[in-house]
């Protein structure tokens, strides 16, 4: 197998509840969302993934090896769980350092290690000294991260990484991963913070009720799902006169129109033979076009389809 991460015929149940149901993917180097609501089996997949869980039946690889029980493998994954687990009292320049030793990295090579990563994760310098108890949630995040990547891993796995972040550490926390994954590390991230995953992933994974729904481009999801109507606003300078030529040509699902502001909102069933025919259209209706916009080509607009 090549790519990052695969999965072929995946389940995991606990007594009779079924956690992921049979499942195949494959997750390719780069950035990687998983999405899906809470008990669609999103932490059982990156439990296994991490090597906590041992799968109940099918094979789950990275980087074509099995992590349960394999210590090796696991040096190359770092993870940053969802729940906060760094010591309050202590403060993050010698916690890391304290994990690189145990790890068994030389002194001289933790304290590197911990200072570099650090200033990667853009943690102010004049904090390191402090204990972690005077951080903020964001800080905290920020040091959690920096646990994650203190060995070097070459694929990274966050659950929820923004929460508790405001739109500002928000930002500046898709900035570094931005930066860790055009240096080579493959992340995989999953959230229930749908608009930051559409900014950060072109591929995403959603889950639901333990199976795969949707796998892969972002585009190419929306251009499989079965009966995806596009949603288009146009404004024009007539457009009653485009609606009613868009309706006699058979491609509308429906529309309405605000004639005040010159815009006709509009529903296309088959997307693909209509942008194919849309100049066309355009052309025949003799309307003048100023704008369109496209209502519906967004991360959750998607998870919503596939999971309704």
Request: with cysteine.
């Amino acid at each position: 197998m090549n790519g990052v991460i695969q999965a072929r015929e995946l389940s995991r149940w606990y007594g009779i509840v079924m956690g992921l149901n049979n499942v195949s993917f494959d997750i390719d180097a780069g950035l990687i969302g998983l999405v899906g609501p809470n008990g669609a089996g999103k932490s059982t997949l990156i439990q296994i993934i991490t090597g906590q869980l041992q799968p109940s039946s099918g094979e789950l690889t990275v980087f074509s090896e099995v992590p349960w029980n394999n210590p090796r493998l696991l040096k190359r994954i770092g993870y940053c769980p969802e729940r906060e687990a760094v010591p309050r009292d202590l403060p993050p320049l010698a916690w890391l350092r304290g994990l690189g030793l145990i790890s068994g990295i030389s002194p001289a090579e933790a304290t590197r290690r911990s200072e570099l990563i650090l200033e990667r994760v853009k943690l102010p310098r004049e904090h390191w000294s402090k204990t972690m108890s005077q951080y903020s949630k964001g800080m905290r995040q920020r040091v959690k991260l920096a646990q994650a990547l203190l060995h070097e891993p070459k694929l990274l796995v966050l659950d929820e990484p923004m929460n508790g972040l405001d739109p500002m550490g928000r930002q500046e926390m898709a900035h570094i991963l931005k930066e860790l994954a055009a240096a080579g590390t493959s992340i995989l991230i999953s959230s229930h913070i749908l608009a930051e995953l559409e900014s950060l992933c072109k591929n995403i994974l959603i889950l639901n009720w333990g199976r795969i729904l949707a796998s892969g481009d972002q585009k190419d999801i929306r251009a499989d799902l079965k009966n995806w109507s596009e949603q288009l606003s146009v404004r024009c300078d007539q457009p009653e006169k485009l609606a009613r030529h868009l309706f006699d040509a058979g491609v509308l699902l429906g529309f309405d129109l605000d004639a005040m502001e010159g815009t006709l909102n509009i529903r296309v069933k088959d997307p693909g033979s209509f942008y194919e025919r849309w100049v066309d259209l355009l052309i025949e209706s003799n309307v003048t076009v100023s704008e369109i916009r496209s209502q519906n080509r967004s991360l959750k607009q998607i998870f919503e389809k596939v999971t309704t």
